[in-house]
């Protein structure tokens, strides 16, 4: 016989022509199975736990019953402690279950029924309340259209939307209660009101920050020192603890939110899974009731099967490139690169251009200009932001990667852009720092760059979205209609979008504090903006984005955006020195001068562990032991895959161990049955016992398939007689 | 309608909200629905218990299931005598064995019945075939289905036996993240 090794998913699974024929008699034997199938313990207990519904009238299921009358009454007992409606078995049996739970009340006492009662209760009440909380959730039915028209990728980007409202009204909050409120209360200075209006103020002072908008809490000139003074409750200590506290909440949540997502997407072992049996078994979605939206279903699911195709064809391609091929590709890849690299500087030349011609001073000019000067660089900034991801979108295509990969390079590189972008620009203001109150500029750089974004949003919906739809609706044939195609919604780009707006808001915080109300309200807006935009303007793209493994992109891309406010932030309150006439830290030399005023009026211990906590003797042990127990957990982590992997291997042994001795077990029957049956029988017996002809749900249906099956540890022959009918 | 106190005693309303995930409010408005399928065959008073089964193809007709492409699956599964005609206790079953409140395994152990076409308790090559084609429409090609198939095969068999049993199935679908949020059925 011959041994065909299939090497799949790891292990080893053995063929051989003894599966379907067998050597010692002339029939075949793929009804081996059914004969003495159903009287293996692993049938039973599938029996047992799954109660078919077919069981009043047939055989199959009372025969156990009858044989193993003890096991019957161990399920019962089993069944007895889950919630009878989650059993899962036909009405007249849970009424039964529940007919004789109710005789065991009886016999249980009125304390047991009375607490089973309470649980029953207070879990409906919990049900209730669930449902209520989650009817509260805004927007939620505004999702819930949007996921059927348009797919689970684009609903991620709302959710995603969503979750940054809340976090930025949990930062309003925590930057209310510690920096505005006790400015608002206890504020010295009896005739400086919260909005004072002067001579020279104008409308335009709103898009630039000066004038009126200077002198209001917005900035952080407006805080000072006022009459909550002690020593370790003052002004600008809460002003820095707030700071702080925001940024660690914000790094905690984004932490968790990114964690959570990774467990669910990488811990399966595939980057990029294309799960196929997910696809498969979980891929229609129940509620659809709309025939379009199930058609668009349908559609989603066929080219999510297309792409996986398409890349097993791309991986096929790949595997026969010659070495010519490669390498004119890799000089190919080279150039573009080298390409995306001339634009990225070409980017922030721009930039540092913009900066410099917006910081030069200008005089006589009319204020409109003035206004457009000093808008430079968010200008410049978000003009090449627009338009260099879609150039590296086009730039990807050349490079013949898998369209995965070719996403991913697309979102990798204009991430950097963006992030870079900004960090380019906020060293380029740091050059100039030294002019009086300087914190108060930059604070207004920033908010200039939030406003800026939401006007570009704003600006980019009604004069771009809508025209482009009402050109293809009105004309559909023009050239410039050909051109520009469907608008569909490219969700990694908004999606870079929310992210550096949020990246803006953590770094501007400290010398801005009001920036989370600002964007709180512009993104609520952003969501409606988008939401008409999406609804109103753009098709369903014919390319799903795959939802799950996405969200821990963006959560990740949030992340970036954290560190690098905190690092630039961090190197700020190092670097340079407090202005002196402005803010709350008037007259320190750092920032930290408060936290080392209220330290030193501690109690001698107190202090004494504060300066310890802080210092390297502390630190450096904590690190190392940090690097000791993730060594240990990825040791662990190693040590169970390998368990996994050995588990593996021995469950496809003992099932080919099982088929193996069940075939023998059958042909040693039959051999018997021929000896005492007449010649002309033989065929009768071919379809099995008379016992397996009467349950059409028991192990019959492999007529067709082909078990494979060899057993390596056993002999091949010979021990069959042995093997006793009671097996 | 009548009121509540002429389609059901009070204790089959007991009965029925100890073995669905249903309040009263709910199976009223399930029994609502049954009559109106067939409102000269079912009838409004539901206290001694008539004997009356649906056809099939009346139930998949109902908004919820027209577009499913496995409403004939799910109707046989739940039925009891295996041929799709179903009684209100069915009916009622149905939806709450595939209802949002429903844990995951009673769904997993349902859905290995949805999905397992010739009833012999396993999910073998041609059980995943018909489901994928159901799925597609037919429109992908064979050799294309054969791909699929083979690779959600070799995913999910952990025992080797190129079946998908339902140890297998459970397994693979435990770690499904969008299991418990499509396979479930609004009323």
Known sequence: ?727 | MGNKQTIFTDEQFEAYQDCTFFTRKEILQLHGRFHELAPHLVPLDYTNQPDVSLPLALIVSMPELKENPFRHRIVEVFSEDGQGNMSFNDFVDMFSALCETAPRELKTIYAFKIYDFNVDNFLCKEDLEKTLNRLTKGELTPEEVNLVCSKAMEEADLDGDSKLSFSDFENMISKAPDFLSTFHLRI
């Open chain 1, 1 to 727: 016989m011959e041994d065909k090794e299939c090497n799949s998913g790891g292990f080893m699974r053995l063929l051989s022509e003894e599966s379907c024929s067998s050597t010692v008699t002339g029939e075949s034997c793929v009804n081996y199975q059914t004969e003495i199938f159903n009287q293996l313990p692993s049938s039973l207990a599938r029996r047992r736990t799954h109660h078919h519904h077919q069981d009043r009238g047939t055989i199959e299921t009372s025969h156990p019953v009858e044989k193993h009358p003890e096991l019957a009454g161990e399920a019962r007992d089993r069944a007895s402690t889950q919630p009878i409606r989650s059993l899962p078995v036909c009405m007249q049996r849970k009424r039964e279950a529940r007919d004789l739970r109710h005789l065991q009340t009886r016999t249980v006492g009125r304390w047991e029924s009375w607490k089973r009662n309470q649980r029953i209760n207070r879990k409906r009440l919990g049900e209730q309340v669930g449902e209520a909380m989650s009817r509260l959730l805004p927007w939620s039915s505004t999702l819930h259209t949007i996921e059927g028209r348009f797919g689970v990728g684009v609903k991620a980007y709302f959710v995603f939307l969503r979750y940054l409202v809340y976090l930025n009204l949990l930062l309003c909050l925590v930057i209310g209660g510690t920096i505005l409120i006790p400015t608002v209360v206890y504020d010295s200075d009896a005739d400086r009101g919260l909005l004072r209006f002067e001579g020279n103020d104008s409308v335009l002072d709103f898009f630039v920050g000066s004038g009126f908008l200077e002198r209001s809490p917005v900035f952080y000139g407006f805080y000072a020192r006022s009459s909550l003074d002690l020593l370790c409750l003052n002004t600008p200590l809460l002003f820095l603890l707030g700071t702080l506290t925001v940024l660690i909440l914000s790094l905690v949540m984004v932490v968790r939110r990114t964690v959570v997502g990774y467990k669910h997407t990488w811990l399966l072992g595939n980057r990029y899974n294309i799960h196929m049996s997910y696809k498969v078994f979980c891929g229609w979605d129940f509620c659809i009731q709309d025939p379009e939206v199930a058609d668009l279903k349908l559609s989603f699911i066929r080219n999510e099967l297309k792409l996986y195709l398409e890349e097993e064809r791309f991986q096929q391609r790949e595997a026969r490139r010659t070495l010519g091929q490669w390498a004119r590709l890799y000089f190919l890849r080279g150039l573009l690169h080298f390409l995306v690299l001339v634009l990225l500087g070409g980017a922030f030349c721009l930039i540092y251009h913009a900066t410099k011609a917006s910081q030069a001073e200008r005089s006589g000019d009319y204020l409109i200009l003035t206004v457009l000067f000093q808008y430079l660089p968010p200008i410049v900034i978000t003009l090449v932001n627009f338009f260099l991801p879609h150039v590296f979108r086009h730039i990807s295509s050349f490079e013949d990667y898998s369209i995965t990969t070719q996403v991913n390079a697309t979102l990798v590189r204009s991430i950097f852009l963006k992030l870079a972008s900004l960090g380019m620009y906020l060293f380029f203001l740091f050059q100039n720092s030294q002019q009086d109150c300087w914190e108060n500029q930059f604070g207004k750089e920033m908010y200039k760059l939030a406003v800026f974004d939401f006007l570009a949003c704003f600006c980019n919906t009604f004069f771009i979205a809508y025209p482009r739809k009402w050109l293809v609706d009105r004309y559909p044939s023009s050239w410039l209609a050909r051109l520009s195609g469907k608008q569909h919604f490219l969700i990694p780009f908004n999606v870079l979008d929310l992210v550096y707006s949020q990246t803006v808001t953590w770094v501007g915080l400290f010398y801005c504090p009001m920036l989370p109300f600002i964007e709180t309200v512009k993104l609520m807006a952003i969501f409606y903006i988008k939401k008409l935009t999406v609804l109103q303007c753009c098709v369903p793209a014919q390319r799903m984005f795959r939802a799950s493994s996405s969200s821990v992109l963006f959560h990740f891309m949030l992340l970036l955006g954290l560190i690098m406010a905190v690092i630039t932030l961090g190197s700020n309150l190092h670097k340079f020195e407090p202005s002196s006439s402005c803010g709350p830290f008037v007259g320190s030399a750092t920032v930290f001068n408060v936290t080392a005023v209220c330290v030193d009026s501690l109690p001698g211990p107190a202090q004494s562990t504060l300066r310890y906590l802080s210092s390297e003797a502390f630190v450096l042990p904590v690190i190392l032991a940090q690097i000791v127990v993730l060594t240990s957990f990825e040791s662990r982590r190693r040590a169970n895959g390998k368990a996994i992997e050995r588990l593996k291997d021995m469950l496809v042994m003992s099932t080919s161990d099982k088929h193996f001795l069940l075939k023998q077990h059958t042909l040693s029957l039959r051999r018997q049955k021929k000896t005492f049956k007449a010649p002309t029988t033989v065929s009768g017996t071919r379809e099995g016992s008379p016992t397996t002809m009467k349950d059409p749900s028991a192990g019959i249906g492999e007529d067709s398939h082909i078990a494979q099956l060899k057993d390596p540890s056993a002999q091949p022959t010979g021990d069959d007689i042995k093997i006793d009918r009671g097996l």
